[in-house]
């Protein structure tokens, strides 16, 4: 435990009296389930507080590709067949009551994608999705793969009548080695549901998310998912030892290496981690789960400036080395529209211009603390940080980590928010926000009340990882806005050579405006990719590239 009469002499000189609380050991089994918002699934706003607008009247340069053909009674027929309980297939073809319950797989969770599904699939197998993806490539009927619709880009939701093939149904974990920590596990487990069972047995999943309690394993892989312990054990690229996926025509591609060493060949699996869905359907996952830390500690500070902040960081990555396992950033106006909305009381006094969550996982409570404890007072007595909290408990602790997790759903309380996932150099990424606040007010769309569309523009983010979360809350999808954003944000951030999707994808969203971030080379070889695999190209159309 760290010593309350060591810390109380710097924290006296910097008057940041938070932090003379000692640092407190959590219990991993209980740190499991810390995440307030993940629990519970994201649900959608009342429809008549605001309805969505269908994608196609959003993007009306969109055309439905003539390719494919239109559903009749003859298809939802053979789908029945081959699936067999009624409840698998959710049939808005031949029944107009249909309706209501196809509308949670038709729009995403910010009620910003709406599509004119007809037909929702929920295979119980790979067998079953090789059978469905076979019947729909000889009919040129497309497909949308879809897990728990979390996403941000409008991937996972159909355009026009695309079928909705979703993966709920496959939630089974298939094995577990004790000695290793691999895991097997269909695509549609639900990521916090692995969590919870990796943790019974002492391990913790590689992956974090905000959405935990509602994403799929399967889904996560398909976008490269990032999260938050990306930090700590590095992307699904590395984490990932082999997947199982149907490819378009029904083919079953069983590359579910239990090795961490497999140097045979071309490593196909690579292909499909990130692609959305667009080569074949990813059907379940073996992955490389690390021992969940015996201690954790979350600190919870407050700077004045975003040079300070980067000191905060170079300082946690110094002294804290391998037990840092999250350096997450937030700005007075995040933590300030969390606070409004949620109305609860916030964890320091006063407002700072910019926050910080540390986080650091180990297996020794005793060493884990005395680092934190040196860290703490050397930050403080350099005046780096001039306010902080330690969690004392689990409670706290989950409240401390909500400050930065709640802060996604918060942002769309007055009707809307636009979200920009940017990997940017950590010198020049906060700059970007004040770029666009600034712009977006000088345009007259920022301000109070509802004559501005614009409520705030604030940034947080994954500072270990150079990742900014840029977002725009609004009073609505307005196009003036989304011309004042488009193409300058994506600008902005190629002249610092940045990337467009650092953790969030492309799907609708960033489709055309990839060429910010890769030359016309690469993108002709992601094309030459997509054909070989789809050359149909029945799989999540008016996507990707």
């Given at each position: ?298 600190a919870f500070l407050a700077v004045e400036s975003y040079d300070q902040l980067l000191q905060a960081f170079r300082e946690a990555k110094s002294q804290l080395g391998e037990i840092l396992s999250a350096f997450e950033m937030m700005d007075s106006q995040s933590q300030d529209i969390f606070h409004r909305v949620k109305e609860n009381k916030r964890p320091l006094e006063g407002d700072h211009p910019f926050y910080c969550l540390i986080e650091t996982s180990g297996s020794d409570s005793e060493h884990d603390n005395a680092k934190l404890e040196r860290f703490l007072e050397d930050i403080m007595s350099k005046e780096i940080v001039t306010d902080g909290v330690v969690a004392q408990d689990e409670t706290q602790l989950r409240a401390l980590w909500s400050q930065r997790e709640g802060i996604t759903e918060t942002l769309g309380h007055w009707g809307g928010v636009y ?127």
């Amino acid at each position: 435990m760290a010593s309350r009469s060591r810390l109380a002499p710097v924290l006296r000189r910097v008057g940041a009296r938070s932090l003379s609380k000692p640092v407190t050991v959590i219990n991993p089994a209980a740190y499991a389930a810390r995440h307030i918002s993940s629990t519970t699934p994201r649900r959608f706003r009342d429809s008549s507080a605001r309805a969505a607008k269908f994608t196609t009247e959003s993007y009306p340069e969109l055309k439905r590709d003539n390719r494919f053909a239109q559903l009749t009674k003859e298809h939802v027929d053979y789908f029945k067949g081959i699936l067999g309980k009624e409840s698998a297939v959710i049939d808005g073809v031949t029944t107009e009551t249909a309706g209501d319950e196809i509308e949670p797989f038709n729009l995403d969770w910010m009620r910003k994608f709406q599509g004119h599904c007809k037909l929702v699939l929920k295979p119980g197998s790979t067998e079953d999705v090789s059978k469905i993806l076979k019947y729909c490539n000889e009919n040129s009927l497309a497909v949308v793969p879809q897990g728990g619709n979390t996403g941000l880009v409008g991937g996972s939701v159909p355009v026009f009548d695309e079928i909705v093939v979703n993966t709920s149904r496959m939630n089974q974990i298939r094995f577990f080695d004790e000695d290793s920590g691999i895991l097997v596990a269909d695509c549609g487990v639900v990521l916090e549901v692995a969590d919870q069972y990796l943790a019974e047995k002492g391990y913790i999943f590689p992956l974090d998310l905000g959405a935990k309690g509602s994403c799929q394993i399967g889904g996560n892989v398909s976008t490269n998912a990032g999260g938050l312990r990306l930090l700590r054990y590095g992307s699904l690229h590395g984490t990932v030892l082999g997947i199982e996926a149907v490819l378009p025509d029904g083919t079953i591609v069983d590359d579910l290496s239990k090795l961490r060493k497999n140097n045979t060949g071309y490593d196909l699996k690579q292909l499909f981690i990130g692609a959305e869905g667009t080569l074949g359907m990813i059907t379940a996952v073996s992955i490389q789960c690390p021992k969940r830390s015996k201690a954790i500690n979350v600190a919870f500070l407050a700077v004045e400036s975003y040079d300070q902040l980067l000191q905060a960081f170079r300082e946690a990555k110094s002294q804290l080395g391998e037990i840092l396992s999250a350096f997450e950033m937030m700005d007075s106006q995040s933590q300030d529209i969390f606070h409004r909305v949620k109305e609860n009381k916030r964890p320091l006094e006063g407002d700072h211009p910019f926050y910080c969550l540390i986080e650091t996982s180990g297996s020794d409570s005793e060493h884990d603390n005395a680092k934190l404890e040196r860290f703490l007072e050397d930050i403080m007595s350099k005046e780096i940080v001039t306010d902080g909290v330690v969690a004392q408990d689990e409670t706290q602790l989950r409240a401390l980590w909500s400050q930065r997790e709640g802060i996604t759903e918060t942002l769309g309380h007055w009707g809307g928010v636009y979200k920009y996932d940017l990997s940017i150099p950590l010198k020049s990424m906060y700059q970007l926000v004040e770029d666009v606040r600034k712009r977006l007010e000088e345009m007259g769309l920022k301000g109070e009340g509802d004559d501005y569309p614009v409520v705030d523009v604030v940034g947080y983010g994954h500072m270990g990882d150079a990742n900014l979360h840029l977002n725009i809350a609004v009073r609505g999808y307005n196009k003036k806005v989304e011309e004042a954003l488009e193409p300058f944000v994506y600008e902005w951030v190629s002249k610092e050579n940045g990337s467009i999707s650092a953790e969030h994808g492309l799907g609708l969203t960033k489709k055309k405006y990839i060429g910010y971030s890769r030359n016309d080379g690469i993108i002709e070889w992601m094309k030459k990719i997509k054909k070989l695999f789809d050359p149909n190209g029945i799989m999540n159309p008016y996507k990707y590239i």
